[in-house]
T-cell receptor, first 111, second 114 residues
Framework: RKEVEQDPGPFNVPEGATVAFNCTYSNSASQSFFWYRQDCRKEPKLLMSVYSSGNEDGRFTAQLNRASQYISLLIRDSKLSDSATYLC????????????FGTGTRLTVIP | EAQVTQNPRYLITVTGKKLTVTCSQN?????MSWYRQDPGLGLRQIYY???????DKGDVPEGYKVSRKEKRNFPLILESPSPNQTSLYFCASSTWGPPTDTQYFGPGTRLTVL
């Protein structure tokens, strides 16, 4: 079983739509959770960390459900510039810094 | 400007010809790592280093070597490249542990082994 699983998509949505991605993780002892954004052929960049209480950054909201072992990312009022691949990332081990990446969910926002 | 640099950005080589991909960061980060990214498999960690002279295997270390003689540099060495090492490689650095777990990635090296 993979450490982190995501629906690969693609998600094709019109501008202004609200879209949500989920991601599940297998290790219940996982410590930290993140969403990264990756544009085509570019390096991943941190979008936001995910906290137990949930957190919001502008149009982006991330939530963590430890009981069900999933994290979510909600994007409101989608913009063309939101088109990218969104990577779910989990830090699984205490005392180590290795991260596990999902394969990514591809989002295309259509005019 | 804070950054992670990798060289070369693109490389085509032949089976068995030793190569090194360099990685350098200017943020004084303790932690550095190498990933490879393949379609359908996502990013997989090859090796990581928690500080100078401290390295350890990630999930897919076979066929790779690393060294960490200086804090800023973390080269990836392929002693005898094979076609299954054709991939997109990313170097990353971060401070050690929480609260700052942000990984800063280099721009990537696209390697083709014929």
């Amino acid at each position: 079983r993979k450490e982190v699983e995501q629906d690969p998509g693609p998600f094709n949505v019109p501008e202004g739509a609200t879209v949500a991605f989920n991601c599940t993780y297998s290790n219940s002892a996982s410590q930290s959770f993140f969403w990264y954004r990756q544009d085509c052929r570019k390096e991943p960049k941190l979008l936001m960390s995910v906290y137990s209480s949930g957190n919001e950054d502008g149009r982006f909201t991330a939530q963590l459900n430890r009981a069900s072992q999933y994290i979510s990312l909600l994007i409101r009022d989608s913009k063309l510039s939101d088109s990218a691949t969104y990577l779910c990332v989990v830090k699984a081990k205490i005392g180590a810094n290795n991260l596990f990446f999902g394969t990514g969910t591809r989002l295309t926002v259509i005019p | 400007e804070a950054q992670v640099t990798q060289n070369p950005r693109y490389l085509i080589t032949v089976t068995g010809k030793k190569l090194t991909v360099t990685c350098s960061q200017n943020m004084n980060h303790e932690y550095m790592s190498w990933y490879r990214q393949d379609p359908g498999l996502g990013l997989r960690q090859i090796y990581y280093s928690m500080n100078v002279e401290v390295t350890d295997k990630g999930d897919v270390p076979e066929g790779y070597k690393v060294s960490r003689k200086e804090k800023r540099n973390f080269p990836l060495i392929l002693e005898s490249p094979s076609p299954n090492q054709t991939s997109l490689y990313f170097c990353a650095s971060s401070t050690w542990g929480p609260p700052t777990d942000t990984q800063y990635f280099g721009p990537g090296t696209r390697l083709t082994v014929l």
